[in-house]
């Protein structure tokens, strides 16, 4: 079956832009959570969505925020983007509410901020 | 605070050789712990998953070990390939199951 889609894989932005990712889970799976990657602080939990309902949310300001629809497609958005917010962000689906289970993630989308 | 460390950051070994990476965190208040592979730009693979009941979990050719009192982890790989290089971490998540803390990775390089 098919895996996680993150779209889109690649985006440049400039400071003060704002930018919206989409992850699609895998078919079934009604979790999706939510990560960001950089070189100096490594993978950090974003939120984690489950069935359209924010079940959990990390340490991020409200720059941050995050959906998800009723065909557990979810989109995560960054408002006022800052130099410090270039990352990649990978977004991960399981069968199960929580970090519980086994996680399934994407390629991730890389963003660059100018 | 939960942290997760894992030691070497990076590893050089020759094809054929037996090699182990460690994790280690700070509370032992864990549900479960996750090792994964990340290829360059890429997601991550989930590798082997040890609930905090277990002691060990094995995937072909790697063998997770779980010491939850001493709170460690090892992931040890046999007989590596060149295929094998590639960032491994590990992750551990808490009790509640809110919350799931990466390592930041032991870099592996294998050559032929």
């Known amino acids: 079956k098919a895996g996680v889609t993150q779209t889109p894989r690649y985006l440049i932005k400039t400071r003060g832009q704002q930018v919206t990712l989409s992850c699609s889970p895998i078919?079934?799976?009604?979790?999706v959570s939510w990560y960001q990657q950089t070189p100096g602080q490594g993978l950090q939990f974003l939120f984690e969505?489950?069935?359209?309902?924010?079940?959990n949310k990390g340490n991020f300001p409200g720059r941050f925020s995050g959906r998800q629809f009723s065909n557990s497609r979810s989109e995560m958005n960054v408002s006022t983007l800052e130099l410090g917010d270039s990352a990649l962000y990978l977004c991960?689906?399981?069968?199960?509410?929580?970090?519980?289970?086994?996680?399934?993630f994407g390629e991730g989308s890389r963003l660059t901020v100018l | 605070k939960q942290e997760v460390t894992q030691i070497p950051a990076a590893l050089s070994v020759p094809e054929g050789e037996n090699l182990v990476l460690n994790c280690s965190f700070t509370d032992s208040a864990i549900y479960n712990l996750q090792w994964f592979r990340q290829d360059p730009g890429k997601g991550l693979t989930s590798l082997l998953l040890?609930?905090?009941?277990?002691r060990e979990q094995t995937s072909g050719r790697l063998n997770a070990s779980l010491d939850k009192s001493s709170g460690r982890s090892t992931l040890y790989i046999a007989a590596s390939q060149p295929g094998d290089s590639a960032t491994y971490l590990c992750a551990v998540a808490n009790q509640a199951g809110t919350a799931l803390i990466f390592g930041k990775g032991t870099t592996l390089s294998v050559s032929s």
């Open positions: 991960a689906s399981a069968d199960t509410a929580g970090v519980f289970g086994e996680l399934f």
């Open positions: 040890i609930q905090s009941s277990q």
């Open positions: 078919s079934g799976h009604r979790s």
């Open positions: 969505y489950f069935s359209e309902t924010q079940r």
